[in-house]
């Protein structure tokens, strides 16, 4: 069982910058692939980013080149490095830890792009 609680949200004009940080507890952190969804109003939730337990990423073409995850696996924590925000990045940010068939996710964060 892994618990999963997100910050870090909020409101930021259209060019600036988030960071997201999900905290894990309640198994061993380092041995589940960590990840970062989000969902849109009357949108579907999708994949933002993505990170194994040996560190490799993956990200939606959507985001490349402006968000960045990163793990640290002795804080336990995951972050998202949102740069140069747009207001179609605004949704429900949620993370996720994924371990075989297991799946968790927190309660989700909110992120507001608008000027």
């Known amino acids: 069982q892994v618990q999963l609680v997100e910050s870090g949200g909020g409101l930021v004009q259209p060019g600036g910058s988030l960071r997201l940080s999900c905290t894990a507890s309640?198994?061993?952190?380092?041995?589940?692939?960590m990840g970062w969804y989000r969902q849109a109003p009357g949108q579907q939730r999708e994949l933002v980013a993505t990170?194994?337990?040996?560190?490799?990423?993956n990200y939606a073409d959507s985001v490349k080149g402006r968000f960045t995850i990163s793990r640290d696996n002795v804080k336990n924590t995951v972050a998202l490095q949102m740069n140069n925000l747009k207001p179609e990045d605004t949704a429900v940010y949620y993370c996720?830890?994924?371990?075989?068939?297991?799946?968790?996710w927190g309660q989700g964060t909110q992120v507001t792009v608008s000027s």
């Open positions: 990170i194994t337990s040996d560190g490799t990423t």
């Open positions: 309640g198994s061993v952190f380092s041995r589940y692939a």
């Open positions: 996720n830890a994924q371990k075989y068939m297991n799946s968790y």
